[in-house]
């Protein structure tokens, strides 16, 4: 009798997965957060109409933020795997949102690099994409794809906000604008990360996916903990392979996820955030109906991110490769882009671009923590953000600097395409699908 009502009791506490809401805080934070750096694109065109500087040097603004953040990135997953996130994420808020507000004051391009450049991007980084699917990574297992095309949709909503970024600037200025966004990011994020967040289920594996789970036992959990550098064509050994940053740097699947994180969320995504709205206002669009392009491209980026959940059921790479292949083909239209005679081609890209794109993200960091979960994965996925900060930083420079040396950008997009090729191709080597993820454990 009591046996039944202790299961009723467990029973009933089940209802209750405490993993919704923390991944509710991290949608929110996320959405507030990426919109600082995702409205990037629509106050590039105001910065340089008042400053007269060139979109290659403005653009360093963007680039270096997005260097700085994947240098920290490291530094703020070993962070967030040894300290109390509520701390640790509270601190990161206060950060960017201070950053983001002082950005008001500047007046020269190095302000805009030290301030945006360096302490919004160690703010963001801290209390950012890879401290938040960590903790999400701990919660979640059976749902992975599904937590994580919930967080890609709110990075996709923080596009959205490139409309009310675009309003703010147009009414208020884009020095109130940013003024406005600070304070917003500092009043909602700090207070709910410090107050609900944190780090992982209770004891024994209990409510991983809201699910009472079975821990393995000592024999099983330490079977492969100190075991030689994994075959890749033993699910049995990759799924119980205790990984250390050491060990994951001598992996062939890490260095490959490494190099697609450059190219496609680095390169690829960040040429497509950052000169969008400047590319529809060369075409002639007004800078409210760009940022309405931008915001519908958002829209479906969202859209796009919840296809991952599907991942959970085909394979991550059935659905990766197909993403992949649809943004680089939405991204051929620009090619075809000149004025505005046919304002259904850049919907017609932002859909379809959105969806591919959003698709994407999600689905490479649920590779990335299926392959590599573990006690140390903060600092693991940290070190392959650096990828993407690489390709980040290069890339929005890069398309500036071809605009201003060749007028347009013809060669650009040539480069976000072979981009997400690439992207395909290399999803294709990793093979997600040959190996079992890494298995729950409880490591806190």
């Not at 106050?43 to 340089?48: D, G, L, S, T």
């Not at 119980?240 to 995504?269: D, E, I, M, P």
């Not at 490479?364 to 006690?375: I, T």
């Amino acid at each position: 009798m009591e046996g039944q009502r202790e299961s009723k009791l467990n029973k009933g506490k089940s209802k209750i997965f405490y993993g919704w809401v923390i991944l509710a805080v991290a949608f929110i934070s996320i959405i507030l957060t990426y919109a600082v750096r995702n409205s990037f694109s629509v106050f590039y065109p105001a910065i340089v109409e008042e400053f007269g500087w060139g979109r290659g040097d403005t653009a360093v603004m963007f680039s270096l933020a997005i260097l700085v953040y994947g240098l920290s990135a490291p530094l703020a997953g070993m962070l967030i795997d040894r300290f109390e996130p509520r701390l640790v994420l509270t601190i990161g808020a206060v950060v960017v949102g201070t950053g983001v507000a002082l950005c008001s004051t500047a007046t020269a391009q190095w302000h805009f690099y030290l301030i945006y450049g360096l302490m919004v991007a160690i703010g963001l980084s801290v209390m950012g994409w890879n401290p938040m699917t960590t903790i999400v990574a701990n919660w979640f297992v059976r749902k992975r794809g599904l937590a994580l095309g919930v967080l890609g949709a709110a990075f996709g909503g923080s596009m959205v906000f490139g409309y009310l970024s675009q309003f703010l600037i147009s009414n208020f200025g884009w020095r109130n604008a940013y003024i406005m966004i600070g304070i917003a990011v500092v009043v909602v994020t700090a207070p709910i990360c410090a107050v609900f967040m944190r780090r992982s289920p209770g004891g024994d594996m209990e409510l991983m996916d809201g699910v009472q789970e079975k821990p393995r036992s000592s024999l099983e959990k330490s079977k492969f903990a100190n075991s030689a550098y994994p075959a890749v064509s033993s699910k049995e050994i990759w799924s119980s392979t205790g990984w250390t940053l050491a060990r994951a740097l001598r992996n062939r699947q890490f260095w490959l996820l490494f190099l697609t994180a450059f190219l496609l969320l680095g390169v690829a995504q960040q040429i497509a955030v950052a000169h969008q709205v400047y590319f529809f206002i060369d075409a002639g669009y007004t800078p409210l109906a760009a940022a309405t392009m931008y915001s519908s491209f958002g829209i479906a980026f969202v859209a796009g991110t919840f296809c991952s959940s599907l991942s959970d059921y085909l394979g991550r790479e059935k659905i990766f490769i197909p993403a992949c292949i649809l943004g680089a083909a939405a991204s051929s239209l620009l090619f075809l882009i000149e004025d505005t005679s046919q304002p259904w081609m850049p919907f017609l890209f932002a859909i379809c671009g959105g969806l591919g794109f959003g698709a994407t993200g999600p689905l490479f960091y649920a590779v990335v923590a299926d392959l590599f979960h573990g006690k140390n994965f903060g600092s693991i996925q940290g070190f392959i953000v650096m990828g993407f900060a690489m390709g980040g930083a290069i890339g929005p420079w890069l398309a500036g600097f071809l605009h201003d040396s060749t007028g347009d950008y013809t060669v650009t997009f040539i480069i976000l395409i072979g981009s997400m090729v690439a992207g395909a191709v290399l999803m294709r080597m990793v093979s997600p699908g040959r190996l079992s993820p890494v298995q729950a454990q409880k490591h806190f």
